[in-house]
């Protein structure tokens, strides 16, 4: 269930999830939902990942306020999390996360075959232009895949010239994973992945 509440906890409204997307899909299921405030443009933004039980499409879903009301109108799009660029996969994508700077939206995500097989990591990256224009029009994206598991965007403050991504090792270490992407998609050049090595922390374990 989706709720907008005042700072005070008082519910403004609350939507099933399902009913939340009914007007650009219908899934069985949507899960693992993420709410980040756009603080560069003054926009809610919803993520979360739809599926109907092993059967391709498998969705990422956005929804962007129109206003930094919102209990405004919104725009919602279901973009099919199975294709890697245009190249159809039957992989589903699951653990979610959503990263943005002044330019673009950064969604990475775990893709998994329907029999729970762990495939690669992924980061689709997107101008958030297209999301703004308040239209509900077609979206553009740039991914890549074949990446480890579970690299988080960052949500940026400031306007740095490329967005910052992070990895902890799943059974544990002394140093996270360090990795970049340049470019805005579609609007002025094509985004680069860089790894950028790694950074030693206190020792951790899973």
């Not at 910052?164 to 992407?181: D, I, M, Q, T």
Request: proline fraction near 7%; include cysteine; charge should be negative.
């Amino acid at each position: 269930v989706i709720h907008i509440t005042t700072k005070a906890g008082s519910v403004l409204a609350s939507v099933p999830m399902p009913t939340w997307w009914s007007p650009v899909v219908t899934v069985e299921l949507a899960f693992d939902p993420r709410l980040p405030y756009d603080h560069h443009d003054q926009r809610w933004v919803v993520i979360a990942t739809g599926v109907n039980y092993c059967s391709a499409p498998f969705y990422y879903l956005i929804a962007t306020s129109h206003t930094s009301d919102p209990m405004g109108p919104w725009s919602l799009w279901a973009l099919e999390a199975n294709l890697d660029g245009d190249a159809f996969t039957d992989y589903w994508a699951d653990y979610p996360k959503i990263g943005l700077d002044d330019t673009n939206f950064y969604i990475t995500s775990n893709q998994y075959t329907c029999s729970d097989s762990f495939r690669y990591g992924k980061i689709r990256v997107m101008a958030k232009s297209q999301f703004y224009a308040n239209t509900g029009a077609s979206i553009s994206w740039w991914d890549f895949w074949g990446l480890p598991s579970s690299i988080q965007p960052c949500l940026t403050f400031g306007r740095p010239d490329k967005e910052w991504f992070v990895r902890a090792r799943g059974l544990g270490g002394s140093a996270v994973e360090v990795y970049s992407v340049t470019g805005t998609w579609p609007d002025v050049a094509l985004p680069v992945l860089t790894d950028e090595g790694s950074i030693p922390v206190a020792s951790y374990s899973a």
